[in-house]
């Protein structure tokens, strides 16, 4: 296993994300998962990430396999939406938070806490407030920060001292190049990459005839969707073909390719059993010789054009046309996640409208969607 540092500790090239126990992807076996952390640790994984979001299971789960090893991994867990799913990171529901996580985790310390979600009504000076008073308190070790609009992310680095920036990072995801990057360099963050993969689509087994079940967050994720599925296929099979000359696996290729970056110290994956998990540990061993690395980064940056290119006739048809009933949400969900990605509108703009849209994910109102897709429309199409 490979290792880098974070604040002088020795952190695996990869780490185990628990976000399945959330049931995201399906029904989760707990017995079958203690079994892929057992192995985890014997492979020389160290790291492991949950959230109080994913439910009380995941972080009871972890912590019941990790109680014995307490001492030699690090725990990563994050804080920021209630049980009502409304964001509040003020100073005791933060507090609160990371004491009810110890409980559940059965240890008396967090090695990492990271915001999950931003809460735009809460000033970011209180809530590192909070984070620096369990850190006094020893309630947690260092702190860090994920999934919030780049402009917070500046205002925690300017007024606390953070250590670790997550983020999504794959060949299908590339945004936080722009962005996060040159704040990793800047200010000596450590990148924890997730969804490295790209929840699944690099793994070679995704086909257009691939169904997702009932639950699955994929239906309505726009890497699954339209122009940006089929670049993510195109992408998986060139990973595929470079792979092979080096008996790699897709997967391994895409841990790899991640692992090439110097800002990321840790690539999460999230192994469903450990065959997967085996796998992934093998492919951040592997290096990408230069000349492969040059072909496929030649590759991505001409099939990102194409993808532009098939994309922008997609929204309008998406912002003029009529809506789907059945589609509908996970098409404007395309349409906030494009408009985001290429810089159309900020993410803290967009939060209030995107919120309003997913709380009916379920049960599609037409009304409503018509309501959202015209203040997209009105908003966005002279962009495109």
Not at 117 to 133: C, G, K, Q, S
Not at 175 to 193: I, N, Q, T, V, Y
Not at 307 to 321: G, I
Request: net charge negative; glycine share 6%.
């Amino acid at each position: 296993m490979r290792y880098d540092t974070i604040n002088g500790d020795e952190i695996s090239a990869i780490g185990m994300g628990c976000y399945a126990l959330s049931g995201a992807y399906g029904s989760v076996d707990h017995h079958k998962y203690r079994k892929v952390i057992d192995r985890a640790i014997e492979l020389g994984v160290v790291l492991f990430d949950t959230a109080d979001t994913y439910g009380e299971d995941a972080e009871r789960v972890l912590g019941d396999a990790l109680v014995n090893v307490r001492e030699d991994v690090f725990i990563s867990t994050k804080v920021g939406i209630t049980e009502g799913k409304k964001p509040d990171l003020s100073y005791d529901s933060v507090v609160d938070a990371c004491k009810n996580s110890l409980s559940r985790l059965k240890t008396n310390y967090i090695d990492f806490y990271l915001i999950h979600f931003d809460d735009p009504e809460t000033p970011v000076e209180e809530t590192v407030e909070a984070l620096e008073h369990l850190q006094d308190e020893q309630m947690i070790l260092h702190y860090g920060v994920s999934h919030i609009p780049h402009q917070r992310v500046e205002e925690y680095i300017e007024l606390g001292d953070p250590s670790i920036l997550m983020f999504e990072y794959s060949a299908v995801a590339r945004d936080a190049e722009s962005r996060l990057f040159p704040l990793c360099r800047k200010h000596d963050l450590a990148g924890l990459a997730f969804s490295v993969t790209g929840r699944g689509v690099l793994t070679g087994k995704i086909t257009p005839e691939t169904e997702f079940g009932e639950g699955d967050i994929r239906n309505n994720d726009p890497l699954f969707k339209y122009a940006r599925f089929g670049s993510a296929l195109r992408i998986a099979r060139k990973m595929e073909e470079i792979g092979k000359k080096h008996d790699k696996t897709p997967v391994q290729m895409a841990i790899a390719w991640v692992l090439s970056h110097p800002e990321i110290t840790c690539a999460l994956t999230g192994p469903s059993s450990i065959e997967h998990l085996e796998e992934n540990v093998q492919g951040a061993e592997f290096t990408i010789p230069d000349e492969d690395m040059e072909e496929l980064e030649q590759f991505l940056k001409q099939d990102h054009q194409r993808m532009l290119e098939d994309e922008s006739e997609l929204l309008k048809k998406l912002l003029k046309e009529p809506l789907d009933q059945k589609s509908g949400v996970s098409d404007l969900v395309y349409v906030f996640e494009t408009a985001i990605s290429r810089g159309w509108a900020e993410e803290t703009d967009l939060m209030p409208l995107f919120m309003r849209l997913w709380k009916m994910k379920e049960d599609p109102d037409s009304a409503v969607m018509e309501e959202i897709q015209s203040v997209l429309k009105e908003g966005l199409l002279d962009n495109i």
